[in-house]
């Protein structure tokens, strides 16, 4: 058996950032994720005027309950979602003149829900180009709250940064959500919240938010569920292959562990403890049909272990992920073609029949970096298998390729 110590959760650490900074008093964040999105988000807040001092193991974040210190500011968000959509949503709560843009890739992905949202609130923000996308200008002067209407049906982190305001505005936030994609990402944002000492209640398809505040704290991030997904993808992938992920297991936050019941479905060995995961392969893969709304990021690595089942798989309800870092379904599919896979899409599915994956092949990453690792499961069994952007993990896991042979090599 391989035990694989996975880095920290992009998504944990980025709200973790937010919630530090909005806390009264000085936050510690434990074995945090060190990547391209996370050192962005971190950079951004020290554009905004926030102290960040960085360590190895540990991040140190003094918080500012009433806002940035900076009252200008030009933040570059770099790919970051996280950075792109839950900085300008903390800035709005200070009082101060922030702009903000990013990259091209992030400058066509969708913000017209959330910053339609803000300004319901009387948030005077302004985009400086395409209308719903960045860059974009927050003139701000707080936020007094009060009730709202959103869709997240295209991502929860149109809710998660509404949520994580709450607390910072005047009289409290009321969310009325009509649409929601992703749903376990937002019990991560409430769990994190009450854990900063928010008070947060649902009822029904509405969150009423009161307005607290934030008070620091020690804060650990667990490992990085959606990362974790390719090694356990490998491990039911290759007879006689097993893999223990420590820190992820019966009480994790990460929607994105249920991945590992999807791969107990096809047949893998799964065990869940209080400590940990582990996969085993039994030998077998069977073919499934199966809705992932909810764990959408692990939609390209079941698609690139799809070819090895026994059966046809399909994978319903993954509309959203057309506007990730790219068309992942799309992508998805056009590369398991390229490897000789019969493959059918519709708008929010893919289905993908047995097959043997012929290279030499190189993959057309988009820039995105679940597309490389997740091919890099299919390239266990294909070799041949290059990629034109390998350094885009770069993303949420720098470290991955030199992790993933030394994990392939001593299984």
């Known amino acids: 058996m391989t035990v694989i110590d996975i880095p920290g959760s992009k998504s944990v650490t980025a709200r973790a950032l937010f919630l530090a900074a909005a806390a009264e008093g000085t936050t510690t964040l434990v074995r945090p994720l060190v990547s391209d999105d996370t050192e962005g988000f971190a950079e951004g807040l020290t554009t905004l005027g926030y102290a960040v001092r960085r360590e190895s193991d540990a991040w140190h974040i003094e918080g500012r309950p009433a806002g940035p210190g900076a009252d200008a500011a030009d933040v570059y968000c770099r790919d970051g979602a996280t950075t792109a959509r839950f900085l300008p949503t903390l800035a709005a709560a200070g009082h101060g003149t922030y702009r903000f843009d990013a990259s091209a890739q992030m400058r066509r992905r969708p913000l017209a829900p959330l910053t339609t949202a803000l300004r319901t609130l009387g948030v005077d923000l302004r985009h400086g180009d395409k209308e719903g996308h960045h860059p974009l200008s927050v003139h701000a002067h707080g936020v007094k709250g009060g009730a709202l209407t959103l869709d997240a049906g295209q991502s929860s982190q149109y809710l998660t940064a509404l949520l994580m305001l709450g607390p910072l505005t005047a009289e409290g ?154 068309d992942r379904l799309d992508a998805c599919a056009e590369n398991l073609r390229r490897l000789g896979i019969t493959v059918r899409t519709g708008p929010d599915w893919i289905e993908i029949h047995p097959g043997t994956p012929t290279g030499p092949v190189g993959i057309a990453t988009h820039g995105d970096h679940r597309i490389v690792m997740s091919f890099a499961v299919t390239a266990l069994r294909t070799p041949g298998i290059t990629f034109d952007d390998p350094g885009c993990v770069k993303k949420t896991f720098p470290d991955f390729h030199r992790v993933f042979d030394t994990f392939v090599r001593t299984a």
């Open 173 to 326: 936030l009321d969310i009325t959500v009509t649409d929601l994609v992703s749903e376990p990402y937002v019990e991560i944002t409430l769990a994190m919240m009450r854990s900063f000492d928010a008070e947060i209640r649902q009822e029904g398809r509405t969150y009423r938010v009161a307005p607290t505040g934030y008070r620091a704290r020690t804060y650990d991030i667990e490992p990085d569920a959606s990362t974790a997904s390719y090694f356990f993808a490998a491990a039911a992938l290759e007879p006689g292959r097993s893999v223990t992920v420590p820190g992820l297991g019966t009480g994790a936050l990460q929607g994105d562990l249920a991945f590992v019941d999807v791969l107990r479905r096809m047949g893998a060995d799964v065990e869940i403890g209080d400590t940990g995961t582990t996969v085993r392969s039994t030998g077998t893969l069977r073919g499934l049909t199966v809705n992932m709304r909810d764990i959408s990021d692990t939609m390209p690595t079941l698609a690139a272990i799809a070819p090895f089942a026994d059966g046809p798989v399909r994978i319903e309800d993954v509309a959203n992920t057309r506007v990730k870092e790219c």
